[in-house]
């Protein structure tokens, strides 16, 4: 099953699930329970902290949920903030970072990469967090629409369209879906 975020991130191939760590969790959980998928593909877009460059494609299996006062030490927590599924995970792996939160500052962020962390997307943590209680395999496939600096939503927005169309092609292109799914 393929699965998006919706609003402004929708295709006709994919359930859309909501937006942010809340509405995702709750909605795939649903779908989890009353359809269960064999899979689970979450697509989308995400920021770059600043290894990977506007329009690529980036595959992952690995999310976290760390948040800036995290990597500034001034806070905490008792939960397991990285989840990944599949193979063990190594250094190789990209990890995105999900957050209910956009960062806008290009110096705090360059911090996340010091965790291995290399993009972020809104809603992977919880995607993945849902098919690993479900036991379902599951992994993402993001395009990169902007850098998390203080033009982030406005990168976000010029580049969004054509950061779809890039997605949808490689994904054709890697034959996840038939050219007539994406119209």
Known sequence: MIVCAGRNERFQFAKEIGVGLIESSINLTKICLFNRPEFILF???AGSYGKHNIF???ESKSASNVELSYVQNLSYTPLDNIIEIGTNFTKSEVIVNSSNYISTNKELSK???DYNLELENMEFFSVLSVAKEF???AFGIFVVTNYTDENAHEDFVKN????MQKLITYLE???II???EAK
């Not at 969004?160 to 950061?163: T, Y």
């Open 43 to 45: 697509i989308g877009s």
């Open 56 to 58: 690529d494609i980036v």
């Open 111 to 113: 911090e996340f990469m």
């Open 135 to 137: 036991e379902i395999p």
């Open 160 to 163: 969004h369209n054509l950061a």
């Open 173 to 175: 292109e890697k034959n």
């Open 178 to 180: 038939k050219a007539k």
